[in-house]
């Protein structure tokens, strides 16, 4: 019998064989045929972006302007009338039957039921929403619904790339990647915006960065982004002057107001909850058919005053951002877009809360821009540039997707000059609507149904750690042939967890436990090592994550972990359990919040117990 006492564990690994051995230790090899998958869903997602904005132009021409026509149409000039008002109350009625009759997941604005599929639903979705989601956004927006087309079109490349997932047998997590890919390619063949695509999966659907899931989903942006070029060009969506602030002190302004439109997302955020819950709570007979009507004759009445509105505005923010309008006007309109979308998408209707963001932004941040400077007439820069940093604040902080409204607004300006200000503005705003709100727009309505979402993503602790830092490195070691009675008059048993067998040469061949030595009657006593010890543990080398061997734990369902020198070296150099590595978690507590730790931390008396 030997006590082992090692050192400090070493900080490498062992060194990685050479030449082809390495070939998918890194990236698996599976990964190549999933990209081309994605690639697929790409020029798929890239194809439905496009036919849902001929449909939604379609209505639009149809139902306010008496044409048939697919041309770039919007309805802020109508001369319809009074009659206006009930435009959309017709759209309403078609869509609330759609969803009452054959898919409730239609109502609305897509990425919330996207995620639900992701985080429980193993990625599944059905493929009547594939079909539907398009007509019934194309319908709602093209009579006028407040709404944008991007948050349907990710739920429909989604539900595409989900589609064709089940179709192929892969797994639910490849499924989640292709979901993923097809979301990110309805994004960037919306807005010709492949970065924003590609974060807008990782931040709202992936909730990671990882090379397996990153490359398919980039390459689907990638290939969608071809096919939006390959029908409209390289011209951007929303077209703006160069931009440049006067100095640095005018970061304090976009500072404000990035504060101003934290405020806004906030009220933004608990007015759509609250309007929800209203019409969910409406007592009328079908409230899944009729609350999108009542939500639309008020939008109509809203866009009988201010027609800016009514439909995606695309205009609307176009002419934001080249200072078109009056302060007034984009007080006005911001005020109006603001209600027109809380009350149109919490009767239960469906459409994107992206570009109505953007529009309740941009009149925010213009006026901002425009009112500061009557008082400091040589600090404020173009007024443009405030209302394209306030779209983005507005949008990071309810969707809590900062990152993809920066990168977005930066791809539609193609301005390096507006990358400050947007970063300014978005991570305070952001800031500001995490302090007062534990839910984002996208959100609130899982959590309301009893589901736990966090938009928060990070490196697991197990990921983090190496086996060798939770080890312990002082532990006892038998011969094969030592005879139980000699072991027992040693070692106590219930002052052991469990003990490595070794050959002559020190190789592990099992391990006994507790219960091994206790289970036997005094007449047997001369049973050895050898006869006593099992397989129950998995092998581990110094440098591995505590991840890949947890992994390994589960599979082969074991709580004991036996590290060794390498792969060809099995003397064991130090012992773990299953509630080492649960120790982790209290590392974790004490590095995040400093609260004293009352056992073992990593690295340290985990090692020398």
Wanted: hydrophobic letters at 50%.
């Amino acid at each position: 019998m030997a006590k082992h006492t090692t050192p400090e564990a070493g900080n490498g690994q062992e060194p990685a064989p050479g030449g082809n051995q390495q070939f998918g230790v890194a990236l698996e090899p599976q990964v190549v045929k999933i990209c081309g998958y994605a690639l697929l869903v790409g020029v798929i997602g890239g194809l439905v972006a496009q036919g849902l904005l001929e449909l939604i132009y379609f209505f639009t021409n149809l139902f306010f302007y008496g044409r048939f026509s697919f041309a770039i149409s919007y309805p802020t000039h109508n001369h319809v009338g009074f009659w206006v008002i009930l435009i959309p109350a017709a759209g309403g009625l078609v869509v609330g039957l759609l969803i009452y009759f054959f898919e409730p997941t239609l109502k609305g604005h897509g990425i919330p039921e996207a995620m639900e599929a992701v985080l429980f639903g193993q990625s599944r979705m059905r493929f009547r929403v594939a079909i539907l989601k398009p007509l019934a956004t194309a319908l709602a927006i093209g009579t006028g619904g407040p709404f944008g087309a991007e948050g349907p079109i990710i739920q429909t490349g989604g539900a595409c790339g989900s589609l064709l997932g089940q179709a192929l047998g892969l797994s639910p997590y490849y499924r989640r990647v292709l979901l993923a890919a097809g979301a990110a390619a309805g994004m960037a063949a919306t807005f010709t915006a492949p970065l924003a695509g590609i974060l807008v999966a990782v931040e709202l659907l992936l909730f990671e960065l990882r090379a397996r899931s990153f490359i398919p989903v980039a390459l689907a942006s990638a290939a969608a982004t071809a096919v939006r070029i390959f029908f409209v060009g390289w011209a951007p969506l929303f077209p703006t002057p160069p931009y440049r602030i006067t100095s640095t002190s005018e970061l304090w302004l976009f500072a404000l107001l990035g504060v101003l439109t934290g405020v806004v997302g906030i009220a933004m955020i608990r007015s759509l909850s609250w309007l929800e819950d209203f019409f969910d709570r409406l007592p009328i007979p079908k409230a899944a058919i009729w609350s999108p009507v009542i939500g639309a004759l008020i939008l109509g009445v809203i866009g009988y005053f201010c027609p800016q509105v009514f439909g995606t505005s695309y205009d609307t923010i176009r002419n934001m951002l080249n200072d078109r309008y009056t302060p007034g006007s984009l007080l006005w309109i911001g005020f109006a877009k603001f209600w027109a979308l809380v009350i149109s998408l919490g009767s239960g209707t469906t459409g994107g809360v992206f570009a109505p963001s953007l529009v309740v932004g941009g009149g925010l941040g213009a006026a901002f821009a425009m009112g500061c400077r009557h008082i400091f007439p040589h600090l404020v820069s173009n007024p443009g540039l405030y209302a394209l940093v306030a779209m983005a604040g507005v949008f990071g902080c309810i969707a809590r997707a900062p990152f993809t409204s920066i990168v977005f607004l930066f791809e539609l300006s193609h301005d390096p000059n507006a990358l400050l200000p947007l970063i300014v503005c978005v991570m305070i705003a952001d800031g500001v609507v995490r302090l007062f709100s534990r839910d984002s727009i996208m959100t609130v309505k899982l959590v309301k149904r009893g589901l736990i979402v966090l938009q928060d993503y990070w490196v697991p602790v197990l990921m983090r750690a190496r086996i060798d830092q939770v080890m312990r490195s002082e532990f006892q070691v038998l011969q094969g042939g030592e005879e139980l009675r000699s072991v027992l008059q040693k070692l106590p048993p219930e002052q052991l967890d469990f003990i490595p067998i070794v050959d002559g040469d020190g190789n592990l061949t099992g391990i006994v436990e507790a219960h091994d030595l206790m289970r036997t009657e005094p007449p047997d006593h001369h049973f050895t090592m050898k006869e006593l010890m099992h397989q129950d543990y998995v092998l581990a080398s110094p440098g591995e994550a505590v991840d890949r061997v947890h992994r390994r734990m589960l599979l082969k369902n074991v709580e004991n972990v036996v590290v060794v020198k390498s792969a060809r070296d099995l003397r064991p150099i130090g012992i773990v359990r299953a509630n080492d590595i649960l120790q982790l978690r209290r590392w974790l507590l004490t590095e995040e919040d400093g609260e004293p730790s009352r056992g073992p931390l990593l690295g340290r008396s985990a090692r020398s117990r």
